[in-house]
């Protein structure tokens, strides 16, 4: 990667936040472009090295074709991680790809999800129609299939004993730090060619709740328990919380704690120790990290 490669980061969502930060905090950082929506006050909620050259948010209508090819203008990587659980994800994916196409943009990332072939769920679906696209584009890409973020476990929570859940916490789920993430990504855009049509998943550890709160139990010296609820009434619990945001994610959100209660989502680790080249971050070693012990 040379000092003046771009990436454009096509979405403002937790993801993309917490890769901005660590390649902010890296030596080898590349110009950075976010593309936000016309929200008051966002460039506010961003780091402020963003707010100035060589880095820039800029203000986009990602529904806008047009003004999505003038925002990319002169970019060379695209990290694209979709809506999350949003009825347009697909469109807009391929609105996205399309803009890359006429922009010229060097090689597009795309974070999808691990398996989007399990169509029965509505989100995985989406993904692998967005792939489709990608793959069908004839521009350089790689696509990230992420099982679950361990970020995504609330640690706040988990301190104070319990481990809320909407499915059974005995079925083993595939778990990714987002650190691995970051370095994988770091990776591809420091040498783009080696990783061009390639479809990685990346699975760090296959692991059943009931395991992570032994684990986080472990580190913290006190007895952690999963809280298992029906899944309508965790979905009711996220409602209260303001996470679910449409009729539309309800929907999927339910569907997809039904699917998990069932067959969870496990993968194999052998591609991302590969990509790596050492060991993934452990659930043990993750909540060591974050929890200072």
């Known amino acids: 990667m040379n000092s003046k490669s771009t990436i454009a980061f096509t979405t403002v969502g937790r993801t993309s936040r917490y890769a901005i930060s660590h390649f902010l905090a890296s030596s080898d950082c590349p110009n950075i472009r976010v593309l936000i929506p016309s929200t008051a006050n966002i460039r506010e909620t961003f780091p402020a090295k963003l707010r ?17 090819v003038a ?33 010229k943009v060097r090689h597009f990332i795309f974070i999808s999800v691990l398996h989007p072939l399990r169509i029965k769920l509505p989100t995985h679906k989406l993904k692998l129609g967005i792939e489709e696209y990608i793959v069908e584009s004839r521009l350089d890409y790689t696509i990230l299939q992420p099982p679950h973020f361990m970020q995504n476990v609330d640690l ?3 301190q104070k004993g319990q481990l809320p859940i909407g499915f059974s916490s005995t079925i083993e789920h595939g778990f990714l730090d987002m650190l691995d993430l970051i370095t994988v990504i770091l990776k591809i855009i420091s040498n783009p ?29 006190r007895e952690v328990k999963c809280n298992v609820m029906p899944a309508k009434q965790f979905l009711a619990r ?36 590969w990509l790596l080249e050492r060991e ?7 909540a060591r990290r974050e929890l200072k012990q």
């Open 52 to 68: 100035s050259s060589p880095h820039s948010l800029l203000v986009v209508n990602r529904s806008d074709g047009n003004s999505l």
């Open 71 to 103: 925002a990319l203008s002169g970019v060379d990587f695209i990290l694209h991680d979709g809506l999350a659980v949003h009825p347009r994800e697909e469109a807009m994916g391929a609105l996205m790809v399309e803009a890359a196409r006429a922009a």
């Open 156 to 158: 706040d929570i988990a």
């Open 193 to 221: 060619s080696a990783h061009a049509m390639a479809r990685y998943e990346l699975v760090a550890e296959n692991i059943c709740y009931e395991k992570i709160a032994g684990v986080l139990g472990k580190v913290l010296g």
């Open 238 to 273: 996220m409602n209260d919380l303001g996470e679910i945001k449409s009729e539309y994610a309800e929907d999927a959100i339910l569907r997809l704690m039904q699917y998990y209660d069932r067959w969870g989502l496990v993968g194999n680790p052998n591609i991302l120790q």
């Open 280 to 286: 993934p971050v452990t659930w043990e070693t993750y």
